[in-house]
């Protein structure tokens, strides 16, 4: 996944305003096995059914935003609770 620093400074989490950085690979892999096991829903109440392949994390760590086809979904109903 590719997301330009330039890019990654600017953009924060639509909820708080606050800085966003990419999530790590051990993250992201832990995540999908709870997509394909059904156990992951998006702040908004839908099922997560696409696994995750690059993702930007709330720096308190709280809330992840999906990265599809290398753009950020910086939607509050599609950001994912991950406390």
Avoid: F, W
Avoid at 33 to 57: D, F, M, N, T, W
């Amino acid at each position: 996944m590719m997301i330009s620093e330039n890019l990654q400074r600017l953009l924060v989490c639509p909820e708080t305003k606050r800085p966003l950085k990419l999530a790590e690979p051990a993250m992201l892999e832990k995540l999908n096995q709870l997509i394909q096991a059904g156990q992951l829903r998006k702040c908004g109440g839908e099922p997560v059914s696409e696994p995750l392949e690059g993702a930007l994390v709330r720096e308190d760590g709280a809330r992840l935003y999906p990265v599809r086809e290398g753009i950020p979904l910086m939607l509050v109903d599609e950001a994912i609770a991950i406390e």
